[in-house]
């Protein structure tokens, strides 16, 4: 039996950094406020490059399993080298790979990760690929009915209502950070999953996402209901979850359970590498927290905490890790 099966994404993360880029202000188009630029034509030497893994539920399967959990993916890889590397980093970091779906003549989802050391800026290139095709199939449900929890992460795929339909039906303890697929089905539409949900995380803007999603009347982003994170955790809240966390970056994160508020500063780390992965190890820490320390809120959001100031002193969103 498994303590947390997660599913979604495992990807691999191609680092290249180059210090020729430019950053162009560009204020007049408010969807692309900043533009990441190089020169037309150019060729550009790279200054330093670096493949490291990701993927939301590669991540928090990870962090699980360092915390000292013991951990399951389901995830679809694709039939080439990069599933190799992703399968081989599972097993270095003691994550049960047997419920993943190899997709036949079918790339691996990776990402190209372009940075400019000086100012920390990137810009990111993703390509789904193996992962838009994952299913749950009668092995994978199987693994989950004997699952103590599951960790449910963004998914790409068409099917992705049928493989939530499966999961929620199974009456496990479900913890859930949701994509941008679920996010525009509308808040309303979800509600049905969300009375499901132990835990539901999603940053700041992700909250104002979903509630706007279908809610005409808060379409106006001056709205003080959309700019108050308490608001934002209550509204969330009304739809079912039994507990809301919202993390807002530099300003810290807060969480709900319908009686009490509660926040927490970041933990600033000197050395800011990279913020890969920060969602997904408080998400993990937070997750394990809550069984580590029977529930306690407070505690749980202490380990997240310490995890994230951890993983954005290395780069990419597994090497820095707490291990317990």
Not at 274 to 282: E, P, Q, R, S
Request: contains cysteine; positive net charge.
């Amino acid at each position: 039996m498994y303590d947390f099966i997660t599913i979604g994404g495992a990807v691999c993360d191609v680092y290249f950094d180059i210090a020729k880029g430019k950053i162009i202000n560009n204020k007049e188009d408010i969807l692309e406020q900043k533009l990441f630029c190089f020169e037309y034509g150019a060729k550009y030497n790279i200054d330093k490059s670096i493949i490291t893994f990701g993927g939301g539920a590669a991540n928090i399967a990870v962090a699980l399993s360092r915390l000292g959990f013991k951990a399951a993916i389901i995830a679809a890889i694709g039939d080439d080298q990069f599933s190799k590397n992703i399968l081989e980093n599972f097993k270095k970091e003691k994550v049960e790979t047997a419920y993943c779906q190899k997709i036949k003549n079918e790339k691996s989802g990776m990402s190209l990760i372009i940075t400019l050391p000086r100012t920390k800026d990137r810009i990111i290139f993703s390509a789904r690929n193996s992962n838009d095709y994952l299913m749950i199939k009668s092995k994978q449900l199987t693994a989950l009915k004997k699952a103590k929890s599951i960790y449910l992460t963004s998914l790409t795929c068409k099917k992705w209502q049928d493989i939530f339909n499966k999961v929620f039906n199974l009456r496990k303890e479900i913890f859930w950070n949701p994509g941008h697929m679920q996010l525009h089905f509308g808040i309303d539409k979800l509600k049905k999953y969300l009375v499901k949900t132990k835990v539901f995380i999603v940053n700041q803007d992700e909250a104002i996402e979903l509630i706007v999603s279908n809610n005409p009347n808060f379409k106006n982003h001056k709205n003080k209901n959309l700019t108050n994170i308490k608001n934002l955790l209550k509204i969330i809240k009304k739809y079912g979850p039994g507990i809301v966390v919202i993390t807002s970056g530099k300003k810290g994160v807060d969480v709900y359970d319908g009686i009490k508020f509660y926040h927490s500063n970041i933990k600033k780390e000197k050395k800011l590498v990279d913020v890969a992965g920060v969602g997904d190890a408080f998400g993990a820490s937070f997750a394990a927290g809550l069984k580590i320390y029977n529930n306690n809120i407070k505690k749980a959001m202490e380990l997240g905490v310490k995890n994230t100031a951890l993983v954005v002193a290395h780069r990419g969103a597994q090497q820095g890790l707490l291990k317990l």
